[in-house]
T-cell receptor, first 112, second 110 residues
Framework: NAGVTQTPKFQVLKTGQSMTLQCAQD?????MYWYRQDPGMGLRLIYY???????DKGEVPNGYNVSRLNKREFSLRLESAAPSQTSVYFC???????????FGQGTRLTVV | GEDVEQSLFLSVREGDSSVINCTYT??????LYWYKQEPGAGLQLLTY?????DMKQDQRLTVLLNKKDKHLSLRIADTQTGDSAIYFC??????????FGTGTKLQVIP
């Protein structure tokens, strides 16, 4: 049981390049989230998906798009990367009732 | 909206107790969490407390909740070097979202 799996673990992009961060969960959870973590700012919610087929903006959605491909997978896309998007990105999936959220290992993204 | 605040850094000597504090604003939360993030890893749930409790103890961990002041604390007794991590206070939001605090980096000095 892998829980939440994110790929890639590390990525360096040039300004203006695009990329997709992949996330998959094998716990049959309905909800999945994408957060970014920046020093001194905690985790900020980018987008979330409460169930398959639905997505909603979080606190900091600008510059990102998401796709809830199926119940297992929730991807995050940067269409035109900017240095301000240098961050560590986490995918997470809570259990029903929200008593615990399971996190992926994170993707460390650097935009130069 | 929810807002969760923590101090950014705490340094303690090995064997001492650590106390990490948090203030939150959403008084309707049914429970509050503490997550731990070890270097290079994602967050893992450490413990949580229901809002109808004022204390929860789990081995070396003690969680205290003061609902009147909207203050949550995590006490780690006999702090070890393996406790060095970032600790996040968190509360549930709508649609099963979780709102995290800024995180407190705990440094344990041998």
């Amino acid at each position: 049981n892998a829980g939440v799996t994110q790929t890639p673990k590390f990525q360096v992009l040039k300004t203006g390049q695009s990329m997709t961060l992949q996330c998959a969960q094998d716990m049959n959870h309905n909800s999945m989230y994408w957060y970014r973590q920046d020093p001194g700012m905690g985790l900020r919610l980018i987008y979330y998906s409460a169930s398959e087929g639905t997505t909603d903006k979080g606190e900091v959605p600008n510059g990102y798009n998401v796709s809830r491909l199926n119940k297992r997978e929730f991807s995050l896309r940067l269409e035109s990367a900017a240095p301000s998007q240098t961050s560590v990105y986490f995918c997470a999936s809570p259990v029903a009732g929200g008593t615990e959220a399971f996190f992926g290992q994170g993707t460390r993204l650097t935009v130069v | 909206g929810e807002d969760v605040e923590q101090s950014l850094f705490l340094s303690v000597r090995e064997g001492d107790s650590s106390v990490i504090n948090c203030t939150y604003t959403d008084s309707s939360s049914t429970y509050l969490y503490w997550y731990k993030q070890e270097p290079g890893a994602g967050l893992q749930l450490l413990t949580y407390i229901f809002s109808n409790m004022d204390m929860k103890q789990d081995q070396r961990l003690t969680v205290l909740l003061n609902k009147k002041d909207k203050h949550l604390s995590l006490r780690i007794a006999d702090t070890q070097t393996g406790d060095s991590a970032i600790y996040f206070c968190a509360e549930p939001g709508g649609y099963q979202k979780v709102t995290f605090g800024t995180g407190t980096k705990l440094q344990v000095i041998p």
